[in-house]
């Protein structure tokens, strides 16, 4: 009998101050799981009164983001004129395609009380010929909840156990979250070409395989298995269809092209992508040495 676990990856864990963050992709064992090409947890934390999230105005190119939060809030702007107040529930994607701005920074509301930081920011590659789109964003609030033996399973993208969540799959995607309850448990469908799962909180085990908190465990493809909590627990389950062209990464830039990404450079550097209407007083500059890469 296969192993249900393939390969688990640690987080690298980057400590913001009243938060932190854990990053296991990209990372130099693995880049992709499906089209998912970052994946960060972050908190949970109660942040000070005072303090906020306040990620300026950064650019993407040739990805998909998709926040998801457990606790909290976001707001969110870019560069198309959007502004949304991301909570639990609602899944937020942005489509980059040839070139988006964003920021994200907590509400006024949240500040005044001291903000609470939990969830997971997400990225997605998008397809060979797809990756140049027209930039867009969405946010969707009416997804499938799915209940099996105790667990309550909350579809973000994609079709799992039947139901089919309405937010845009530009490649084939699975992404959603599990919350067990004690001596709960749910099958995980088999179908997707790649897929992981990630503990957030709570205990849960996979095959008989223990999740360690903060982990990607990345599962044996094809294999037919059960998530099993005794206690209680949240899990992520993320996947879908495997690439068959290579992605780079530097800094917020994904593309199939190296050169694409050198662009992207220096389009920010001189100032040639759009402004986010309501937040263009501050930007990130185009770091020297980014802490998101990918390998080799």
Not at 265 to 291: A, H, M, Q, Y
Request: charged share 20%; glycine share 10%.
């Amino acid at each position: 009998m296969s192993e249900p676990v393939i390969q688990t990856i640690t987080p690298v864990t980057h400590d913001l101050g009243g938060f932190k963050v854990r990053r296991v992709l990209p990372g130099k064992q693995r880049t992709m799981v499906g089209p998912f090409i970052f994946v960060d947890e972050f908190g949970p934390a109660k942040l000070d009164v005072g303090q906020a999230m306040d990620v300026r105005p950064h650019p993407h190119i040739n990805l998909a983001t998709v926040t998801w939060l457990f606790e909290g809030a976001i707001d969110h702007r870019d560069s198309l004129g959007t502004y949304a107040t991301i909570r639990p529930g609602q899944v937020n994607l942005m489509t980059a395609g040839r070139g988006i701005v964003h920021s994200e920074r907590s509400p006024q509301s949240e500040r005044a009380a001291g903000p609470s930081m939990y969830g997971m920011q997400t990225w997605l590659a998008l397809p060979d010929g797809q990756e140049e789109i027209e930039p867009a964003f969405e946010a969707q609030t009416a997804l499938p909840l799915v209940q099996s033996g105790g667990a309550i399973a909350r579809v973000i993208m994609g079709e799992l156990w039947g139901q089919r969540a309405p937010t845009t799959c530009h490649a084939e995607t699975i992404y959603a979250e599990i919350v067990l309850e004690a001596g709960a448990s749910i099958p995980i469908d088999p179908a997707a070409d790649e897929r992981a799962v990630m503990l957030v909180g709570g205990e849960a085990s996979i095959g008989g395989s223990e999740l360690v908190l903060y982990e990607l465990a990345v599962l044996a493809p094809g294999a037919a298995l059960t998530l099993i909590s005794s206690k209680g627990g949240r899990v992520m389950l993320l996947g879908g269809e495997a690439f068959a062209t290579p992605r780079h990464v530097w800094w917020n830039f994904v593309s199939s092209s190296r050169d694409r990404i050198n662009q992207a450079k220096d389009d920010w550097r001189e100032g040639r992508f759009g402004k986010v209407p309501g937040d263009s007083d501050e930007f990130i500059p185009l770091p020297e040495v980014p802490t998101t890469v990918s390998y080799p």
